[in-house]
């Protein structure tokens, strides 16, 4: 090889630094050489082993020669392929066949990788051959259910054309792992919003139209929970994200009154003694909220929608304190703690979610501490609920109210009239962003990683831009329980623009994030977690995430928002990718998954207290969407220890889920924890693995999930029992 002088280095750097590299997809960013480097080490440890220093020297020769010619050949722009041109003549000049036959083949399996993603023959050839990545992306969603194939099908080829329709630089950062255009099967192919609150107090107040029928306003309890069901069947069959119903027992008290107005109409008539005449009335009132709790219930858990899946719902519950406000909320609390069935089973669905209030129902002398009570034996025994602390929700979200769904909240908004609205309120979707990734590209240079950081989050900020502008090109007809019967609040005409419903910040669009964990730990090792300025840099990440969607709210007039990422499979993906790219990196990608949002990492086991103390500082900067998670051994005979928990967390956290054994077994009666086997979910007592006679309930991103019934997942156990934590 010729020698490079240094005079001529120094001029090729000069030059190189006034290149921009123009990409496939159009972005053009500034040549670094470092990248070039590390697919050559890359390449070359696949064909000749761990480097020695030697070889090292002869690589960085190499890509001093690449820097040389493209420094002399490029004067301001160079193309992505003109580079991997001349990597590969170069390696192939200086006799690095094995090296050079790798990278080519390395970039051609890339472009094959690329044309897949659009091939719909191909992918579709996945599902039809149980591809684990295809059929068990959503945990509650059955494969085998012929509804379920189809959608699956649907989204297969949603997905194909949706990446076509991103915008490139978009579809490219997708498809790479830099970011993760979530729910592609949907959207962009189809305009649909994500997630929602319901505006079921002015749809079961002023009526609605579902399919040919025109449903007025309920005249009973039980015909108000029917109407909920239908709404939510109908609503999960025209978005794709969960539902809430937010204070369902606020929600439902008049209807319930007018059950016992009826009922005291009989009394007045068969009973002379007025007294008897409202104890009848109430006794029958009860009996009518705890049937008509329970039909919803078992509703909810046997509806199916057009995607093939049980609606994602939550129920929000707790601040009522009338009677019959209180009745709902122990009924909700009493069939869940009776469970589905002949054999009792925990219900998936819906999310319970329970609201903590100080002067309420937080401390034994609160008027409705009885219900709290009840609450705590019901999480013990059913995992759910999950509680709301209702001072902190204020605090963090500007109003108080229930997550859309999983973990997606709304921020305080007002109409033109200055009135607080939520409900009726909704997502328009999120982008993702792999943060461990940027940290180990930055190859522990600080400055890189915050360069990097603001060139993913312009990506991310354009994939955003086109949610929504995909979003506004529905119409009303697209969705009319959505946009004209009143589910999403203000009725629409057919010929209104559907972005009435989202301007001036009355929808939020959000931005996710994966792996706060592995990120510090690039930096400062596994266990940052004690570490001052490790923490710091942390929290510095999501305060730089917040200040950028908050000025792309204040530009768009949208509010963008940062999402704790709801990543089922997510967690997994990015991991698997960057292993691909970077190797098995400790405490980062040996794992086998990324640590969900700004949680502990879950391998050391802290104690609930110690988790939620140092969580406690990330939320105000992602409030989106959060959720805080503790695992716990069995609780069921010690309910005062997930009590003091709940108390701890009040003034500290907003969302708090309990993670507990409750797993069943119906031949022995054990209770508690399932092993993991090759064969299925397991009884430790009496060995039984059959999901006909075992119920085995895992929680899953926000919600919960039955593997044992899922017969796709059978011989994926093990992996699963070992990712529930850390999907959380």
């Given at each position: 090889?010729?020698e490079?002088?240094?005079?001529?280095?120094?001029?090729?750097?000069?030059?190189?630094?006034k290149?921009?590299?123009?990409k496939?997809?159009?972005?053009?960013v500034?040549?670094?050489?470092q990248?070039?480097?590390?697919?050559?080490?890359?390449?070359?440890?696949?064909?000749?082993?761990?480097?020695?220093?030697?070889?090292?020297?002869?690589?960085?020769?190499i890509?001093?020669?690449v820097?040389?010619?493209?420094?002399?050949r490029?004067?301001?722009?160079?193309?992505?392929?003109?580079?991997?041109?001349?990597?590969?003549h170069?390696l192939?000049e200086n006799n690095?066949?094995?090296?050079a036959?790798?990278?080519i083949?390395?970039?051609t399996?890339?472009?094959?990788?690329?044309s897949?993603?659009t091939d719909?023959?191909?992918?579709?050839g996945k599902?039809?051959?149980k591809?684990?990545?295809?059929?068990?992306?959503?945990?509650?969603?059955?494969?085998?259910?012929?509804n379920?194939?189809?959608?699956?099908?649907?989204g297969?080829?949603?997905k194909s054309?949706?990446l076509?329709?991103?915008p490139?630089?978009?579809?490219?950062?997708h498809?790479?792992?830099?970011i993760?255009?979530?729910d592609?099967?949907?959207?962009?192919?189809t305009?649909m919003t994500?997630?929602c609150l319901?505006?079921?107090?002015?749809?079961?107040?002023?009526?609605f139209?579902?399919?040919?029928?025109?449903?007025?306003?309920?005249?009973?309890?039980?015909?108000?929970?029917?109407?909920?069901?239908?709404?939510?069947?109908?609503?999960?069959?025209?978005?794709?994200?969960?539902?809430s119903a937010?204070r369902?027992?606020?929600l439902?008290?008049?209807?319930?009154?007018?059950n016992?107005?009826?009922?005291?109409?009989?009394?007045?008539q068969?009973?002379?003694d007025?007294?008897?005449?409202?104890?009848?009335s109430y006794?029958?009132?009860?009996k009518?909220i705890y049937?008509?709790?329970?039909s919803?219930?078992?509703?909810?858990?046997?509806?199916?929608t057009?995607?093939g899946?049980?609606p994602?719902t939550?129920l929000?519950?707790?601040?009522?304190?009338?009677w019959f406000?209180?009745?709902i909320?122990k009924a909700?609390?009493q069939?869940r703690?009776?469970?589905?069935g002949?054999e009792?089973?925990?219900?998936?669905?819906?999310?319970?979610?329970?609201?903590?209030?100080?002067?309420?129902?937080?401390?034994?002398a609160?008027?409705?501490?009885d219900?709290?009570q009840?609450?705590?034996?019901c999480?013990t025994k059913?995992?759910?609920?999950?509680?709301?602390?209702?001072?902190?929700?204020?605090?963090?979200?500007g109003?108080f109210?229930?997550?859309?769904g999983?973990?997606?909240?709304?921020?305080?908004?007002k109409?033109?009239?200055g009135e607080?609205?939520?409900?009726?309120?909704?997502n328009?979707?999120?982008?993702t962003?792999n943060?461990?990734?940027?940290?180990?590209?930055?190859?522990?240079?600080?400055?890189?990683?915050?360069?990097?950081?603001?060139?993913?989050?312009?990506i991310?900020?354009d994939?955003?831009?086109f949610?929504?502008?995909?979003?506004?090109?529905?119409?009303?007809a697209?969705?009319?329980?959505?946009?004209?019967?009143?589910?999403?609040?203000?009725?629409?005409?057919?010929?209104d623009?559907?972005n009435?419903?989202?301007?001036?910040?009355?929808?939020?669009?959000?931005?996710?994030?994966?792996g706060?964990?592995?990120?510090?730990s690039?930096?400062?090792?596994?266990?940052?977690?004690?570490?001052p300025?490790?923490?710091?840099?942390?929290?510095?990440?999501?305060?730089?995430l917040?200040?950028h969607t908050d000025?792309?709210g204040?530009?768009?007039?949208?509010h963008?928002?940062?999402?704790?990422?709801p990543?089922?499979?997510?967690?997994?993906?990015?991991?698997?990718?960057d292993?691909?790219?970077?190797?098995?990196?400790?405490?980062?990608t040996?794992?086998?998954?990324?640590?969900?949002s700004f949680?502990?990492?879950?391998?050391?086991?802290?104690?609930?207290?110690?988790k939620?103390?140092f969580e406690?500082?990330?939320?105000?900067?992602?409030?989106?969407?959060?959720?805080?998670?503790?695992?716990y051994?069995?609780?069921?005979q010690?309910?005062?220890?997930?009590?003091?928990?709940?108390?701890f967390?009040?003034d500290?956290?907003?969302?708090?889920?309990?993670?507990?054994?409750?797993?069943?077994?119906?031949?022995?009666?054990f209770?508690g924890?399932?092993?993991?086997?090759?064969?299925?979910?397991?009884?430790?007592?009496?060995g039984n693995?059959?999901?006909k006679?075992?119920?085995?309930v895992?929680?899953?991103c926000?919600?919960?999930?039955?593997?044992?019934?899922?017969?796709?997942v059978h011989?994926?156990?093990?992996?699963?029992?070992?990712?529930v934590?850390h999907?959380?």
């Open positions: 090889m010729m490079i002088t240094q005079e001529k280095l120094e001029n090729t750097a000069k030059n190189l630094a290149i921009k590299v123009i496939r997809d159009g972005r053009e500034h040549f670094d050489d990248k070039v480097f590390d697919a050559l080490v890359k390449a070359s440890q696949k064909v000749k082993g761990a480097l020695t220093p030697l070889q090292q020297r002869r690589l960085e020769t890509v001093e020669r820097d040389s010619e493209i420094s002399e490029f004067p301001s722009n160079v193309k992505i392929y003109e580079i991997q041109n001349i990597v590969e170069v192939l690095e066949y094995e090296i036959e790798e990278y083949n390395y970039r399996r890339r472009d094959f990788s690329r897949k993603a719909i023959n191909f992918t579709i599902l039809i051959n591809d684990q990545s295809v059929v068990n992306e959503n945990a509650n969603k059955d494969s085998n259910v012929f379920t194939q189809r959608d699956l099908t649907a297969i080829v949603g054309i949706g076509k329709m991103l490139p630089h978009v579809a490219n950062a498809q790479k792992g830099d993760h255009y979530h592609l099967d949907y959207h962009p192919y305009p994500n997630c319901i505006d079921f107090k002015g749809m079961l107040n002023t009526g139209k579902i399919g040919n029928a025109d449903v007025e306003s309920p005249k009973s309890i039980q015909t108000a929970t029917a109407q909920i069901s239908q709404i939510i069947a109908n609503v999960a069959s025209s978005q794709y994200g969960g539902c937010d369902v027992d606020e439902l008290a008049p209807f319930a009154e007018l016992f107005e009826k009922h005291m109409e009989d009394a007045v068969w009973i002379a007025p007294e008897k005449q409202k104890e009848y006794a029958k009132t009860k009518d049937d008509a709790m329970q919803l219930e078992y509703e909810i858990n046997t509806l199916f057009s995607n899946q049980t994602f939550s929000g519950f707790g601040l009522g304190t009338s406000e209180r009745e909320q909700i609390l069939i703690i009776e469970g589905l002949k009792k089973r925990t219900a998936i669905f819906p999310k319970l979610i329970f609201s903590l209030k100080r002067g309420l129902n937080l401390n034994p609160d008027p409705n501490y219900v709290k009840l609450a705590l034996e999480a059913r995992m759910y609920p999950d509680v709301l602390s209702y001072d902190k929700i204020k605090e963090l979200t109003s109210k229930v997550p859309m999983c973990r997606s909240f709304l921020q305080g908004w109409d033109e009239a607080e609205i939520n409900a009726g309120r909704m328009l979707g999120v982008v962003l943060l461990p990734r940027i940290a180990m590209e930055s190859a522990g240079d600080m400055d890189k990683f915050w360069a990097l950081l603001e060139e993913r989050l312009a991310s900020k994939a955003l831009l949610r929504v502008k995909r979003c506004k090109e529905a119409s009303p697209n969705a009319p329980i959505l946009y004209q019967y009143g589910a999403f609040g203000k009725r629409l005409a057919p010929q623009s559907v009435e419903l989202f301007k001036n910040k009355r929808a939020t669009v959000s931005l996710g994030y994966i706060l964990y592995e990120v510090a690039v930096f400062y090792g596994g266990e940052w977690e004690h570490d300025e490790a923490k710091e840099f942390t929290v510095n990440i999501l305060k730089t917040k200040a000025d792309w204040n530009e768009y007039g949208y963008f928002s940062v999402y704790g990422t990543s089922e499979s997510l967690t997994d993906r990015f991991c698997r990718l292993r691909e790219k970077f190797g098995v990196v400790e405490n980062v040996d794992k086998e998954y990324y640590t969900n949680h502990y990492d879950v391998r050391k086991d802290p104690t609930p207290f110690e939620l103390e406690s500082v990330y939320a105000k900067y992602t409030s989106g969407g959060f959720i805080h998670y503790c695992e051994p069995v609780l069921q010690n309910p005062k220890a997930l009590e003091a928990v709940w108390d967390a009040y500290k956290i907003g969302y708090l889920g309990t993670n507990t054994p409750i797993d069943h077994c119906y031949e022995c009666g209770e924890d399932f092993k993991a086997t090759e064969h299925g979910f397991e009884c430790p007592s009496c693995h059959d999901p006679t075992a119920d085995v895992k929680r899953t926000g919600y919960l999930g039955n593997p044992q019934q899922r017969p796709m011989g994926r156990h093990k992996e699963i029992a070992s990712r934590k999907m959380k």
